[in-house]
C-alpha cells in the first residue's frame, strides 16, 4: 500500500438552519439557532490548521430544506479544500423533493461537486490522494408506506463489494450517517439506540471487513465516542448543534509496510452571537429536554421500573445525556440498586480508548 500523510476536518449533524427556518419546538434537543456561526468557526480552525479536505457524515440541515442546503452548498464551493457528504435523515425526508424540501433522489445532483460522480447513485467512491480512497455510502431508506429507515439496500451493498474488491490495494475509509459499529450497550437491540444503527449492521462490518476497511466515519447519535466492533473502527462525532458541540481534526498517516496510523483531535464550539456561555447554556437545554427520554430508558428493558421509580431516577439523570455526548466520562452510580448501576455504569467510556484526543494504529 503507497505511503501517505492526509488530515482531515469532521463536522457531523451541523444542522444547518436559516434563521427564517428555525423550527420553535419545545422538546428540539438541537440548538439550530447557533447552527451558522458554529459553522463558520469550525472551518475557520479548519483553515488555520491547513486541513486537506472536510467529511461531513450527514445531517447537514434542519430538516432538508433546499434554502439551508443552497446555504451549505455555496459555503462549501467556498473553501479552499475539497468537502465530501453523505446524507442524514434530517436532509432527504422523503423519497423525492416536494414544497421546498430537498428528496433522496435528488440529493446526489444538488452535491454533485462533494462527492458524487453519479447523479443517479446516492453512493459515490474518489480519490482523496495517492493510496487513499473515501466511500461515501446512503443509509437512508424508505418503506412501502414512505418511512424512513436506516440500513444499506442490496444494490449498495453488492457495489460495496464490487468497489473493495477493486481497492483491495488501496486504504480505503468509509462515510456513512447510521452507526455500524455499537457505540452504547447492546445499541442494535435496544428500542432507544437501535434507531440510530444501520438495521443490517452486522452484514455490513462482515463486507467491510472482508473488503479490508478499518475505518469508519458517522454521526447520527449525536455523542463522542470512538468504538471497535468486528475488526471496524468507527469514530463517531457529536453534532455541532448539541452540546457540546464538537468537531474534530483527524490525521491519517500510512508507512511503507500498510501501518495506518490515525491522531484523533476534538475541538468545541464555546460562543456564538446571543451565547456567549455556549457550552453551560447547551448543558441546560439538553437537561431541560431529557426527562422523557431518561424516563424511558428506565422503563424499558433490562430496566423495567415502575412509573413512579423510573420518574425519580429520571429527574436524578438530568445531565446524563449530556456527560455521554461529551465522552471520555467514566460513570459511578454506587447509590442506586445494584440491577440500575451495573446498567448505567456500562455506558462508560471505553478503555483505555479515548473519545476526544486519540491515537489508533490500524
Known sequence: MPPFRYRLGIISDPHIALPE??????????LVEVSLSAFEQAIARFQACGVDALLLPGDLTQHGELVNHHWLQQTLTALPFPAYVVPGNHDVIYPRATDGVLGLAEFPSQYAAFGYSDAAQPWYHCALTPGLHLVGLNSNQFDADGNQQGYLDEAQLDWLVTTLTELRDRCVIVMVHHNS???????????LGRRYMLDNAPQVRQVLRDGGVRLVFTGHLHVQDIAQQDGIWEIAT??????????RVVELCQDDQGQLTVQIESFHITQAPGYENLQDYSRDWIGDRSFPFMKQLAELPPLNLPETEADELAKQLRYFWAEIAEGDRTFSFAEQPPAVQQWLERFSAGEPQQDNQALLRL
Open 21 to 30: 427556518t428555525i423550527w420553535q419546538h419545545q422538546s428540539r434537543f438541537h
Open 181 to 191: 459499529v455499537e457505540h452504547l450497550p447492546d445499541q442494535l437491540n435496544h428500542p
Open 238 to 247: 457529536g453534532s455541532l448543534v448539541s452540546y457540546p458541540h464538537p468537531y
